[in-house]
């Protein structure tokens, strides 16, 4: 493969594009709704309406707002229609109006696909139509989303047409490794994963090791209840990952890359085995990639759902072989890591922020964004709230711009109470606190964290104390057994928040289940227990009185701290 190949690739995959390309969405949450029946649906229309030469009914990636799902987008093509779709305003590729008709619909069905097809001979549609314009849309900028909703996942040559792997010739034929570190520290990219570690500096240490074998791997095993970013990258783009991984490994010098998925996202699996399998026979992984003495190549690494895999270490443990537990650092992986050996680990979304980085430049993305937070954040949106989807916005977005005008506030006319961001390792923000803008250190001072990006919204009906426990069961569950700290205090602390909620508490138990909290988050051994507390922690914070309302009260009305008059004591005389 050589430059003019990539080009010719994607010239005639732009030739043959037809004058209307019918989107449908196939990602995993439209296929549950049987997207796939829509599209042969609509493949059949376009026979029955004698439209072959002139329509392409293509299955696309995740196109965003997935609570209308499945969604269809009708466009008119020209030529350069795909890249008019991705470069609307903020650079938002979500569901845009290309030909004027406002041609977004929502929640088809395998009936509508006549009707829809009609459309483009002048009929009428029932079907219901969605609305582009909408701030869910044209508040987004993509840039880790910018080929989702609008290229086939599983089509190269697609990919290669939306400038795909453009990138990782440049950085082979024309930058250095050092030069491609270079570029990533003047980004300003933090790794997406949740630690929000600099992606350069991370890069820059595993670069200068002096060692023969190193490797890098793509944490793909998103777990977090309510996430499902990483999934959707995967489904919907997955060789800008691959892409991203080969540039860093000629970056840091790595000939061997894996990718950590876990097995609940078969789709997602499915379509990265495609990927691998075409970048192979394109000449874009492999031996002498674009020519030049640069090889690497990519396998997958199947998880079977243990959320501490998550953790470095674990994950590197269970790629060995072993079971996924996690080890005291240092050594850290960039200087023993996978079989001893310096190893690169970055989540999908950092690896997918690489090739736009290196095209566009390294002051572009760090134009975006706050100044310790640069770029973009992928979040998903789910809960109470009125659009559930993926939404991509520059960091330093308020919460109130994501989850009231963009996300449509709580349905049915309720009120927002609080968003929980960060999955279990997360706190609660309360309603008070949504002009605060999304970056890494404004969560942090609210006792929040990034994380990968998951934003769960909820309404005044929602208790919270119960949430805490929610998290925490999931915690205590999840926890992989290795330290005292964990693996007995989030029972603990778990008994603690149920006795609570039960009334059956007192003053002592709340104070107890703080100090917990305090000891848990001090003396684990690795981040998942050392983050399990903070939903208690920022319920406790924020939402105090649900806890103190909730405990037993002395014969005087006030809360029992003492245990010398408590409800329990006195219940066979009560």
């Not at 097809?117 to 079907?127: E, S």
């Amino acid at each position: 493969m050589v430059i003019d190949d990539l080009n010719e690739i994607a010239e005639k995959e732009r030739a043959a594009r037809k004058k209307y390309v019918v989107r449908c969405c196939m990602a995993a949450g439209c296929m549950s709704s049987a997207s796939k029946e829509v599209k042969e649906a609509l493949e059949a229309a376009v026979k029955m309406a004698g439209l072959e030469e002139q329509v392409e009914v293509r299955g696309v990636g995740c196109m965003k707002l997935c609570c209308q799902g499945p969604l269809v987008q009708v466009d008119s093509n020209s030529e350069t229609s795909d890249h008019a779709t991705r470069d609307t305003q903020h650079g938002s590729a979500a569901c845009v109006v290309v030909d004027g008709q406002g041609s977004l619909y929502q929640k088809v069905t395998p009936q509508d696909a006549a009707s829809l097809i009609g459309t483009l001979k002048g009929g009428q549609t029932q079907v219901s139509r969605g609305d582009p314009q909408h701030p869910f849309f044209t508040e987004q900028m993509s840039v880790v989303l910018a080929n989702s909703g609008i290229v086939d996942p599983e089509r190269i040559e697609a990919y290669i047409a939306a400038d795909g792997y453009q990138a990782l010739h440049d950085v082979l034929r024309e930058m250095t490794p050092k030069e491609v570190v270079d570029t990533m520290i003047k980004s300003g990219l933090r790794g997406r994963g949740g630690a929000g570690y600099p992606t350069g500096l991370k890069w820059s240490t595993v670069a200068k090791t002096a060692s023969q074998q190193k490797y890098i791997i793509c944490n793909a095993d998103e777990g977090d209840p309510g996430a499902f970013m990483d999934r959707s990258v995967l489904e919907s783009d997955p060789h800008s990952v691959l892409e991203g991984m080969a540039i860093a490994a000629y970056a840091v010098g790595a000939q061997q890359g894996f990718i950590y998925v876990r097995a609940e996202y078969p789709l997602a699996i499915a379509r990265l085995q495609t990927a691998i399998k075409q970048a192979k026979q394109q000449g874009l992984l492999g031996s002498g990639i674009f020519e030049s003495p640069f090889n690497f190549n990519i396998d997958l690494r199947i998880g079977a759902g243990a959320f501490v895999c998550g953790e470095e270490t674990a994950l590197m443990a269970s790629v060995e072989g072993k079971r996924g537990a996690p080890r005291p650092r240092p050594p850290f992986p960039a200087e023993s890591g996978l079989w001893g050996s310096p190893t690169l680990i970055n989540n999908v979304e950092t690896f997918a922020n690489v090739p736009p980085i290196i095209r566009k430049g390294a002051e572009w993305f760090a134009g975006i964004g706050t100044e310790k937070s640069k770029g973009t954040k992928v979040f998903a949106l789910a809960g109470k709230i009125s659009n559930t989807g993926l939404i991509e916005v520059p960091m330093g977005t308020t919460l109130r711009k994501i989850v009231e005008v963009m996300g449509g506030g709580a349905p049915d006319g309720g009120r927002i109470k609080a968003v929980q961001t960060g999955g279990p390792s997360g706190g609660c923000i309360p309603a008070e606190a949504l002009d605060t803008p999304v970056d890494y250190d404004s969560l942090t001072k609210l006792g929040s964290i990034m994380g990968s990006g998951g934003m769960i919204v909820m309404d005044d009906t929602t208790q919270m104390v119960d949430v805490a426990r929610f998290f925490m069961e999931f915690c205590m569950d999840e926890s992989c057994g290795k330290c005292i700290p964990c693996r007995a205090g989030t029972v603990q602390m778990h008994n603690l928040l149920t006795k609570i909620l039960a009334g059956k508490a007192t003053a002592r138990d709340l104070k107890k289940l703080e100090d917990l909290c305090e000891m848990v988050r001090s003396t684990s051994l690795c981040g998942l227990g050392q983050t399990a507390p903070n939903p208690v922690l920022s319920t406790l914070r924020f939402f105090r009185k649900e806890y103190t309302a909730l405990l037993v009260k002395d014969l005087y009305g006030g809360p029992n701290g003492n245990g010398h008059a408590a409800k329990e004591a006195f219940a066979p005389i009560i």
